[in-house]
């Protein structure tokens, strides 16, 4: 069975654009490969757990996401 994931796309207006929060899984193996590696915060569902409640979950993991989105637009 494939395993399954949920995830959020983060976005908020800046000054007229359209600005969205993907993530790069990072570690030794993806250390110099970008291409294809950006993504929405996604993850896996623990046990019972349903896809919006995971999703949110993830989100919530990534202590970087509070600053980055409270970040002035003028530093975007």
């Given amino acids: 069975m494939a395993a399954q ?36 915060p996604k993850g896996e569902p623990m046990a019972g757990e349903d896809p919006e409640a995971t999703a949110r979950r993830v989100v919530i993991d990534f202590d970087e996401v509070s600053t980055i989105f409270t970040l002035p637009c003028s530093s975007m």
């Fill in 5 to 40: 994931s949920a995830g959020i796309l983060l976005y908020k207006r800046c000054e007229g654009r359209l600005v969205v929060l993907l993530v790069h899984p990072g570690g030794p193996f993806w250390r110099r490969k970008d291409l294809g590696a950006w993504s929405i």
